[in-house]
């Protein structure tokens, strides 16, 4: 992400002025949320139509309050977050289940997290530590992009909540993902060493 960040930036200043309008045309969607991202509220040619998403889904973060409007009650579901079940679906689960239930989900994510960083650090060879670590990258540097959209600190990704967000393909990758974690935990770890006292020594 933030290598692809840095070459755009770089491209758009070396290439000549026509690659640079044919890459705003080809990847406008890109520079709008971009836009929507860094826009000033008194300077900026934005409609509400372009950052209604956005607006609505940051709305329902602070909605629900501490407890929530309760799971199934979601009143920006309803067509003002829209495809709320994909990439915006943290904010309406914290409009339901509030504060306390956000929380409890992101300790969730950071306890597997965990679970699979000691997986890394016992696997007893270097493929099995670098499919591993490359598995538990994958999952949550997504979480951590999702999370971070969420609450406005980087610009529109488009990219689900694992294990959360709707969706067919994704999930079995996501699982398959995991698999791979749990073969490693079960086949390519070094056993625990046991320590010895010095009575058993003898």
């Known amino acids: 992400m933030v290598v692809g960040v840095i070459g755009l930036g770089v491209a758009l200043i070396v290439l000549p002025q026509e690659k640079v309008d044919s890459i705003k045309e080809n990847y406008s969607h890109v520079f709008k949320r971009v836009e929507i991202y860094t826009a000033d509220e008194e300077n900026t040619t934005l409609t509400d139509d372009d950052t209604r998403q956005i607006d609505n889904a940051y709305d329902a973060l602070g909605s ?3 407890w929530g409007v309760g799971l199934g009650n979601s009143r920006s579901k309803y067509n003002y977050v829209s495809e709320a079940q994909n990439d915006y679906i943290f904010s309406i689960y914290v409009e339901e289940t509030g504060f306390v239930g956000g929380l409890i989900l992101i300790l969730m994510y950071l306890s ?3 679970m699979c960083v000691a997986v890394v650090l016992r696997a007893n060879g270097p493929y099995a530590r670098v499919v591993s670590a490359g598995c538990t990258a994958l999952v949550f540097v997504e979480f951590l992009m999702n999370l971070s959209v969420e609450l406005q600190v980087m610009p529109s990704t488009g990219v689900t909540l694992p294990f959360f967000s709707y969706g067919g393909t994704a999930q079995i990758m996501l699982l398959f993902t995991m698999g791979f974690i749990l073969n490693v935990s079960k086949y390519g770890t070094a056993p ?5 006292k010095e009575g058993d020594a003898k």
């Open 64 to 66: 629900g309050g501490m």
């Open 112 to 114: 597997l997290f965990a």
């Open 192 to 196: 625990k060493q046991k320590t010895v």
